[in-house]
C-alpha cells in the first residue's frame, strides 16, 4: 500500500550556508563628501528702539530679550547680548554725572529695570519696579541736569503709577526715587518737555497727565478720546520744543494738543488702527508715526493758513487731514507715509548722526529693521538693515606671515596644518580690528613656554604639537 511522502525541502540533507553579504568598496573608494548643519536661525520681534543723545547709536529690544547696539553710521550691529527670555519693554539712555558717558537701561515685562553693560555682555543691578510691568521708560533731557546731579528717568507702570528712578555719576543701576502720580488704570506713555520742567503721562483711562516732576502734582488734565466714544488708551506721547503735545492712541488718531490750556490743536486719522509709535524729528519741525497700520506717516508744522479739512489720495488708500485751530503761527498737515514694513510697527526712533543729518529707525513684528534719511523722507527709499549674522569684526591674517604659494602646495591637510603650527611658533599671526571708522593691527603676543613646567606637562604639550 503506497504511503503519501511529505516532499523534501530543497535545504534538506544539505549543508547550512552562511548568507554572504556584498562586500563593501575599499575605502580608498569612497568619495569624501560636506556635510553641514544649519543654525535654525529664528529673528524675534522688535519692541524697542533708543538713539543714544550724543552718539550715531541705537539700542534695540527684542520680545525674546535680546539686545542689539547699531552703529547707524556704517549701518553695523556691534554688540549683541543674548536675552533670558523676558520681553524688553522699553529703552532709554542716561548721562553719568561724573565722567559724561552715557549708559543703557532697560526695562523688561517682568518690572525688571537694569542696566546695559555693552562691553561685559550682560545686565548689570537689576531693580525692581514695585508696580509690574514697565510699560515706558524716558530719560530726563542732558540739558536739564546739574552738574553733579543724578539724572532722573521716568517710568509708566503696569499699576498706573509713574515712577522716578535715579542714575547716580559712577553707582551701577538706577535707584527709586518717588513716585509722581498714579493714574486710573495702567500708565502706558510718558514723555518729558525738552527742558525738563514738565512731564506727561498717559494711559488706558484715556487722559493725558501734564506733571510737574519736581513735587508730582497735576498741573493739566486731557481726555484723549471722543466724548462720545469709549475711553481710549494713549500708546504714546511726545512734547515739542514749543509745547505742543503729541498723542498717539488705540483709535488710531495722531492729536495735537496745546499743552498750556489742553485744547485740541490738530486730529488726524490717516491710520486704521492703533498708534505704537510717535516720534519727532530734532528739529520739532516733523512727526512720525506708526503702529497696528504699519504705514509709517510724516506729519509737518507748515506756515501760513491750511484748509480746516485736508483729503488726499495715496497707494490706492484715501485719509482724511482734519485741523483746527493755530500752533505756532501754523498747520501741522499731512505729508506722505511709507509703508515698508508688512506687519505691526512696535517701535520708533531718530538716530543723529552729526552734521546736520539724522535717521529714523522702525522695527516691529515682521524683525525688520528699516531706516530712513529724515531730511529727504519723500525722495529716497527706506533701507533694510541685515538682520542675519554678521561677520566678526576681528580677523586673524594668517596668509600674511609667509608665502601662500608654499601652503598651497601641500597635499596632505596634515602636512599643512603643521605648517601653520611651525608658522604660528616663528612669528605670531596679525589681528585686525575694526571699530566704527578705523582699522587696527595688532601683533598677538608670542607664546613662551615657562622654564618650570613638569615633565608631564612638556609630554602633554608635544602630543598636542603632533
Known sequence: MGTKRRPRSLNEDEPEQELSLPLQPPLQHCI???RSRHWAWSPSTVVAISACPAAPLAAIGYESGDLELWDLV???CIQRIVGEGVEITALTWACDSLDGSWRTFCAALDGSLAEVQWKAGKLE???DSGAGAIWSLAAQPAAAVSPGFAHSLAASCDDGSVRIFH??????GAHYSRTLARLQGRALAVAWHPSGSVLVAGGADGCIHVLDPSNGSEHLRITAGAATTRPVCVWRLAVLPNGTIVSGDSDGAVQFWDGRFGSLLHRFTQHRADILAVVPAPDGESIFASGVDPAVVLFRHTQGDVPNTVSSKSAGEQGSTKASGVS?????????????HSHDVRAMDV?????????????GVDTQLI???VASFLEEHPARLSKCPQRPMCHLALGALAGSSSMQQ???????HQQQLQQLQEQPPLLLCAQHDVLDVWQVARTVANRGTSKQQQQQQQQLNG
Do not use: N
Open 410 to 416: 601641500q597635499q596632505h591637510q596634515h602636512h599643512h
Open 351 to 363: 538716530v543723529r548722526l552729526g552734521g546736520g543729518r539724522a535717521v529714523l529707525l522702525s522695527g
Open 125 to 127: 543691578a537689576s531693580t
Open 32 to 34: 569624501a563628501l560636506h
Open 74 to 76: 556704517h549701518i553695523t
Open 328 to 340: 505756532g503761527g501754523g498747520q501741522w498737515v499731512y505729508t506722505h507715509h511709507k509703508r515698508p
Open 167 to 172: 542714575v547716580e555719576g559712577g553707582e551701577t
Open 371 to 373: 531706516a530712513y534719511p
